[in-house]
């Protein structure tokens, strides 16, 4: 088996939900490799919109660290105002979004904007940037974040970007476009949210379940046929660090 990072784990694992006819609000980090990763193999079709006004079909002709780097706007479909892509999404076009946070808790809110009081001990953070309009109005929307359990909260500080509230049903009854968290990928596992809660579905190779236990800070709910996340295969990995040859955001 070839040696990977979690980050890396992180990305394949992200990267494999993408489907061929997905229109994808890309993000940066992590989501970014995961895209072009799925571009590259089993969602050819797949088409990238960045919140900087690039949108791509084709994957970049050589690495970039931030979607305002040259090879994201080389060979783009278009490149435009950042309003006409937050068109896309009010629109209902965009049908996946990747966000990620300062604190997630068990029903899929996301907190970017305070953790406390700032005026005391807490801490400001950077706000909500598109991360609520995605959280609002993408089809399904992907979390990506480490795991920690100051991090994984029952109840977050502050929603910034909404996940489904706290009531069964919160969502719809807010009248939100979107259909809320798919999935949220750590670097332990995958919690999926089939009843509007996270449920640990898999466990990546080599991570105890009492340790994820250990770093969550609600009572962990683990699926019955819980799996252990596929490895990085040879092929996506070469992909992955294609486009991160130095292992910028991956760690290496």
Request: aromatic share 8%; charged share 20%.
């Amino acid at each position: 088996m070839s040696h990977y990072t979690p980050a890396e784990i992180m990305v394949a694992a992200a990267a494999r939900r993408i489907r061929n006819d997905d229109v994808v609000f890309v993000g940066m980090r992590l989501p970014l490799l995961s895209f072009l990763l799925a571009k590259s193999t089993h969602a050819p079709e797949a088409v990238g919109v960045f919140e900087n006004g690039v949108i791509r079909h084709d994957p970049a002709p050589a690495p970039f660290v931030t979607m305002g780097d040259c090879p994201n706007q080389s060979g783009a479909v278009r490149c435009c105002p950042m309003i006409e892509i937050m068109g896309y999404l009010a629109s209902g076009r965009v049908t996946l979004g990747f966000i990620g946070g300062a604190e997630v808790d068990v029903r899929g809110n996301l907190n970017t904007t305070r953790v406390g009081n700032p005026k005391q001990d807490g801490v400001r953070l950077p706000g909500s940037g598109g991360g609520a309009d995605i959280a609002s109005l993408a089809g399904r929307f992907m979390v990506i974040m480490d795991h920690q359990r100051r991090r994984f909260v029952e109840r977050v500080s502050y929603v910034t970007s909404p996940g489904f509230g706290d009531t069964p049903g919160w969502r719809r009854d807010q009248g939100l476009r979107g259909g809320g968290p798919e999935a949220l990928i750590t670097a332990l596992g995958v919690f999926e949210f089939p009843a509007e809660r996270a449920v640990l579905t898999a466990l990546h190779p080599g991570v105890e379940l009492e340790t994820v236990r250990a770093e969550t800070g609600w009572d962990l709910e683990v699926a019955a046929d819980l799996e252990e996340t596929p490895p990085p295969s040879p092929r996506e990995l070469a992909v992955i660090r294609r486009f991160d040859p130095r292992g910028f955001w991956t760690g290496r």
